[in-house]
């Protein structure tokens, strides 16, 4: 009720801007998704048991994501409502991030990429149609490793001299 009540009361005044956010991944990212997940494994030199991996996704890089949210907001176009596509507006199958990954962090990990099946609604096919964020390009049109791992490769070369445990996820 009381919701009704200020929409109509207020609706000459509010702007709604949906914005859909594709895979959005970084420093600092919860152990809990998947790239992160995979990175602490094969930091690890731990095996990786996955999917095929022949998903296509949209992966778009933190700081491009805020900058685009920032783009959106800033702008008033005088519509009541509208939809935004957050990403890099390129895809990348999985297995490529993957053994990417695993290259760059000069691991020893075993993948295997029929352990884990499909989920029964998987999205194989995901891209953010970025042409709406007028004004606005991603700094990382492909996916970023060099800011994701820039910690992880730095201690590989040059590993701490103390005994601290240092986690940078």
Not at 2 to 18: C, F, G, S, T, V
Not at 116 to 123: A, D, G, I, S, T
Not at 146 to 166: D, R
């Amino acid at each position: 009720y009381i919701a009704r009540k200020l929409i109509k009361e207020y609706q000459d005044r509010i702007q709604i801007k949906n914005l859909k956010l594709e895979y959005v991944y970084g420093q600092g990212d919860d152990e809990s998704k998947f790239i992160p997940f995979a990175v602490k494994k094969l930091k690890n030199n731990e095996n990786l048991d996955m999917s095929l991996g022949e998903q296509e996704i949209d992966f778009v890089y933190i700081d491009d994501c805020i900058n685009a949210m920032t783009k959106i907001l800033e702008d008033d176009c005088g519509e009541k409502y509208q939809e935004f596509q957050i990403g890099s507006g390129n895809i990348t199958k999985l297995k490529n991030v993957i053994l990417n990954l695993k290259k760059k962090l000069k691991s020893t990990s075993k993948i295997d990429f029929s352990a884990v099946p499909y989920r029964k609604h998987e999205q194989m096919f995901s891209q953010a149609d970025i042409s709406t964020i007028i004004g606005w390009k991603p700094k990382y049109s492909d996916f970023n490793y060099k800011s994701l791992l820039k910690n992880e490769v730095s201690l590989k070369e040059n590993p701490p001299s103390n005994t601290h445990t240092i986690s940078w996820w």
